[in-house]
Nanobody, 124 residues
Framework: QVQLVESGGGLVQAGGSLRLSCAVS????????MGWFRQAPGNEREFVAT????????DYADSVKGRFTISRDNAKNTVYLQMNNLKPEDTAVYYC?????????????????WGQGTQVTVSS
């Protein structure tokens, strides 16, 4: 059984930082791309960041470029999202996702497994 467990969310003031982690069990992530998405109340789930299996390729939503960094530790079967200079509009539930492919993907359909999400709230 594949499980993705996010952690690291919380309440932070605007301009602050958080680091999200996503630990995967039941399947090695070494040959799979990983992604982060988020969903705010009343909105659709939106792409945030993705990283290829090797870690050499990444992509980000325009809204987070220069502020967020996705990384992975295949030995720990874990992917991270470092979020700096957070803004109130970053408030959402953040989900990590595991792809069946080695290549980056920016749409939810590119992923097979999802975590339960972790809440990030940024106060102004």
């Amino acid at each position: 059984q594949v499980q993705l467990v996010e952690s690291g969310g919380g309440l932070v003031q605007a301009g602050g930082s958080l680091r999200l982690s996503c630990a995967v069990s039941g399947r090695t992530i070494s040959w799979r791309a990983m992604g982060w998405f988020r969903q705010a109340p009343g909105n659709e789930r939106e792409f945030v960041a993705t990283i290829s299996a090797s870690g050499r390729s990444t992509d980000y939503a325009d809204s987070v470029k220069g502020r967020f960094t996705i990384s992975r530790d295949n030995a720990k079967n874990t992917v991270y999202l470092q979020m700096n200079n957070l803004k109130p509009e970053d408030t959402a539930v953040y989900y990590c996702a595991l792809s069946a492919s080695t290549y980056i993907a920016t749409i939810p359909g590119g992923y097979d497994y999802w975590g339960q999400g972790t809440q990030v709230t940024v106060s102004s």
